[in-house]
């Protein structure tokens, strides 16, 4: 079966149903209110939407925590109307990415409480156990502070049970082939109820060997490839996007040398390396960090984000630059979590400043890779530092000025609605932003026609084009004998930079993709572009004689 390659091009907009918009006003989202949000999301030209955990769970962690595969937790509605979701969608050309948490299951999943209850249950070895607590059981937490241990005594079973993340969630034995049989069966489940391919979260610890003797954890690789070869041939332009915060060493491991494993991953190295860019206007280690992750298969490609559901993790970074993304973006306690990274939503971190905000989607629209943005992002959401660990950055969408921003009839929303201060629902909201066209919800769809309009991004080769300037990022995409260029502005201040896109005649001039305002080089083809404080400048390379060559007008 052939694949399209779609995700080369795709704009992917991360949602949690629980949070998105309440059909029913019990203060729970339902996909009977995402399907109503569907037009929105359609205008705003996203297409795919990655939706976070909504299988059946106890709640513990957001969903994390699942206790049957093949379900929809009853608060959010049914099979049926996650089949009408994904119908609705596909009507409108957009597709269903969804989150495959395999790693582990909660404490309650019917495995677990079988495995638990009985030695020689058909479960007992889908899950790790070992007699003794290991001495290695206090290192390798996933969540650091808030963790104790990796490994629990459970009563029951007279044995202690491996977690990777929260006690209520015990890792399961991914090496054990039953165990692999039966993620199968669940992606090939919800492929067939409409879904176009899997987030997978946490893919190292899923293909990591696990045990009370594992000191040093192997990665088994190869059980990537079966992940990925089932699906293609359940569907064959389905997609697997993992999560996986690795070394760009690890890259083709993951990607695959002939690109027969993961179709797309995270860039952790680029992310970290563009808030110490925001931070310090200094881009050399952003410059470097693209650089590394470069070599790709050509079927590969890269997911950028800015901010998720989870922290902004600094873990890659070295300590003086993490203190400087702290100091800039986190320089409370209580804006920090894990002791690595910074818990806050993006328009807080940049202090509600529409040019700083606008120049780092912008950037991240124009990166190498496929863009994911959060629910709420388009519109500047803050967060609410009350709320415990990553919870902060996981409230309400904020809908109208209505009670409740208009996401519930119900005076009691599952997580509280931002009420106070400027990132209130009153100031922050899709129903006033829609009326003014210089809103950034606006903006932002503006943003993504203008993304769409340039697929040397997702398919070409880049290079970095030096400015002069470190605070100053030039970036040049060549696809198909067509070329972009796009430059941004880190510093607080206004840039005067020139430079040579070194693309020999076609080079000499430069057209903006947003207002038509062109660029002429000078008689030794350089250009001379003023940029004000955050800028940016999107061009397409060459003048109307070089369009009519190339046969694009």
């Known amino acids: ?84 979701f994904t119908h609705g969608a596909k009507q409108r050309g957009i597709r269903v990415l969804i989150d495959l948490v395999i790693n582990h299951t909660s404490k309650d999943h019917p495995w677990f409480q079988d495995a638990r209850s009985d030695p020689h249950s058909r479960y007992r070895e889908w899950y790790v156990w070992s007699e003794k607590k290991p001495a290695n059981a206090d290192h390798g937490m996933v969540f650091p502070g808030v963790q104790k241990t990796t490994w629990t005594h459970d009563e029951k079973a007279e044995a202690y049970y491996f977690h990777r993340f929260y006690d209520h969630q015990p890792d399961l034995n991914t090496s054990n082939p039953e165990v692999q049989a039966e993620i199968l069966k669940i992606m090939g489940f919800w492929i067939q109820l409409g879904v176009s ?53 690890d890259n083709f491991e993951y990607f695959g040398d002939d690109g027969d494993r993961m179709q797309m991953m995270f860039n952790f190295q680029v992310n970290q390396a563009l808030f110490y860019a925001f931070a310090s206007a200094d881009t050399r280690p952003l410059k470097k960090a693209m650089e590394a992750t470069k070599p790709r298969p050509a079927t590969a490609q890269w997911g950028l984000f800015l901010r998720n559901h989870d922290e902004l993790d600094l873990g890659r970074l070295t300590d003086k630059q993490r203190g400087a993304v702290f100091a800039e973006f986190g320089p409370d306690k209580n804006m920090q979590l894990y002791d690595r990274g910074i818990r806050r939503r993006l328009a807080p971190m940049l202090g509600g400043d529409r040019r700083r905000i606008e120049m780092a989607y912008s950037l991240l629209f124009s990166l190498p890779g496929t863009p994911v943005i959060r629910y709420g992002d388009e519109i500047g959401m803050g967060d609410d530092l009350n709320l415990p660990e990553r919870d902060c950055a996981r409230t309400p969408m904020q809908w109208s000025t209505e009670p409740e921003g208009g996401f519930t009839k119900s005076p009691k929303p599952i997580t509280p609605v931002i009420k106070d201060g400027p990132y209130g629902f009153e100031h922050i909201n899709v129903a006033e932003q829609r009326r003014d ?80 305002a062109s660029s002429s080089a000078d008689e030794k083809g350089r250009h001379t572009i003023r940029l004000d ?16 060559r190339r046969k694009e007008i």
């Open 1 to 84: 079966m052939i694949n399209d390659l779609w995700y080369k091009n795709a704009v992917i907009y991360c949602l949690s149903v629980e949070t998105f918009m309440d059909a029913n006003g019990d203060g729970v989202g339902d996909f009977q209110g995402l399907m109503r949000r569907l037009d929105y999301l359609s205008g705003l030209g996203v297409t795919a939407i990655w939706l976070m955990p909504f299988q059946e769970s106890p709640g513990r962690d957001d969903g994390y925590d699942v206790s049957d595969y093949y379900n929809v937790d009853r608060r959010y509605g049914t099979l049926g109307d996650f089949v009408e």
């Open 197 to 249: 391919g899997f987030r997978m979260d946490a893919a190292p610890f899923i293909i990591a060997t696990k045990g009370a003797e594992v000191t040093k954890p192997v990665e088994q690789f190869d059980m990537l490839r079966k992940f990925r070869e089932f699906l293609q041939w359940r569907l064959g332009d389905s997609i697997v996007l993992a999560e996986a915060n690795i070394l760009p060493k």
């Open 437 to 516: 066209p210089n809103s950034l919800l606006n903006w932002t769809e503006r943003m993504i026609r203008m993304r769409k309009e340039a697929p040397e991004i997702g398919w070409g080769d880049f290079c970095v084009v030096d400015t002069g300037v470190d605070g100053v990022l030039a970036l040049r995409y060549d696809w198909r004998g067509n070329s972009v260029l796009i430059l941004h502005n880190l510093h607080a201040q206004p840039a005067e930079v020139t430079f040579d896109p070194d693309i020999g005649e076609d080079g000499r001039q430069l057209i903006d993709i947003a207002d038509g």
């Open 533 to 548: 404080a955050y800028g940016y400048r999107w061009y397409r390379v060459g003048g109307l004689d070089y369009l009519l």
